[in-house]
């Protein structure tokens, strides 16, 4: 197991360095960069650009350099923990990133612990009770919450809370702490607010979580090794805990390598609906304005987030299921 860890830890670094490129390559591939589409949108608007000042700054931040020498430098600098200067936001990048960075994840795994508490009991019901007018039930509202987009779900939440009860739904805290420190005011402010965009991201995931573990206990509880448990006089629930709910759970750890990204970058379009202060929207303006800083560092967090997570899940599913091994052998 060791050594195979250590291989894959040096496989990481080519795979990184392919995704690096793919990146720059990418953010690389509209037309222009930050500057000229200021200069754009300043004549659009009828203002009169600085063409001077403008090349000035193109010149101060490299841009006028070959694309491979931007390269370089770009990925130089992240390795030394210097991740870019954002042209939007005039500020270094990890600066940009700070608050809206914790917030992302504090919204991230309050939604992913109350999905993992609701959908595992529910799950677990509703494949041992199958075909029950509780399954048919808890079918219906699984397959209803994966039906309806998050973003929708968000602007119906907003749209009653405004007519039902006058108030409005968005943020995740009070208007007078967005550019205050952490104090416990605004720290009790933001759990006032959390619950909505947690319950409206939860949704989606919680329901398609019921329904893959429901459709792989069935599919445990069938095999002979569960029956073989039951004829041996195992009690129902302990035969059910130790064996098949032990190998259903293959996905929810597989899932690990999609569930570390998805803590940083969040709900992008939900997030812009509801008007969070975490960084999926954040993103997302970085691509549109072409800030290649902010939004290359972004990207590659996130590759580098999912690498991470897909050597966590391979290594949990060789201790977790006996069946799975490192190498395949042939056996007599």
Same mark, same amino acid.
């Given at each position: 197991? &060791? ?13 990184? /360095? ?20 200021? =200069? ?10 600085? !063409?001077? *000042? ?7 931040? %490299? ?12 990925? #130089?600098?992240?390795?030394? #923990? ?28 309050? +939604?992913?612990? /109350?999905?993992? !508490? ?24 699984? &397959? ?21 009860? #006058? ?5 995740? =805290? ?11 005011? $605004? ?18 995931? +919680? ?16 095999? @002979?090794?569960?029956? +073989?448990?039951?004829? $041996? %006089?195992?009690?129902? /629930?302990?035969? !059910?805990? $130790? ?11 597989? *899932? ?21 202060? +975490?960084? #999926?929207? =954040? !993103? ?14 972004? /990207?590659?967090? &996130? ?7 897909? &050597?966590?899940? *391979? ?5 977790? *299921?006996?069946?799975?091994?490192? @190498? ?5």
């Amino acid at each position: 197991m &060791l050594r195979y860890i250590i291989w894959r830890i040096g496989v990481m670094v080519p795979t990184l /360095l392919v995704i690096s490129m793919l990146v720059f390559t990418i953010i690389q591939l509209p037309p222009g960069d930050f500057f000229q589409s200021q =200069m754009a949108e300043l004549r659009a608007a009828g203002e009169t650009a600085n !063409l001077q *000042d403008m090349e000035e700054l193109r010149h101060e931040y %490299g841009l006028d350099k070959p694309l491979p020498i931007q390269y370089i430098y770009w990925v #130089g600098g992240m390795l030394h #923990g210097d991740f870019g200067y954002s042209f939007e936001y005039q500020l270094p990048v990890s600066e940009v990133v700070g608050d809206r960075l914790w917030l992302t994840v504090l919204v991230s795994f309050t +939604t992913i612990l /109350l999905t993992w !508490l609701i959908a595992f009991p529910i799950g677990i019901y509703s494949a041992t009770h199958q075909y029950s007018w509780s399954d048919y039930s808890l079918t219906f509202l699984g &397959l209803l919450g994966i039906a309806i987009p998050n973003f929708m779900l968000a602007l119906i939440l907003m749209y009653f809370a405004n007519v039902w009860f #006058g108030v409005s739904v968005g943020h995740l =805290m009070d208007q007078q702490y967005l550019s205050q420190p952490i104090s416990w005011a $605004k720290a009790r402010s933001i759990l006032s607010h959390l619950w909505i965009p947690v319950i409206i991201v939860g949704t989606a995931g +919680t329901a398609g979580m019921i329904r893959r573990l429901r459709a792989n206990l069935l599919d445990e509880m069938q095999k @002979q090794y569960v029956i +073989t448990a039951r004829a $041996k %006089g195992l009690h129902p /629930l302990r035969a !059910l805990i $130790k064996y098949p709910l032990r190998m259903a759970l293959n996905f929810f750890v597989a *899932d690990i390598g999609s569930i570390l990204p998805s803590v940083i970058s969040g709900a992008e379009i939900t997030a812009i609906v509801l008007s969070l202060e +975490t960084t #999926g929207p =954040m !993103l997302i303006k970085a691509l549109q304005s072409q800030d290649m800083y902010l939004a290359g560092s972004f /990207l590659m967090f &996130l590759a580098l987030l999912n690498v991470i997570g897909v &050597l966590i899940s *391979d290594i949990a599913l060789g201790f977790l *299921d006996p069946r799975i091994r490192l @190498q395949g052998r042939s056996t007599r």
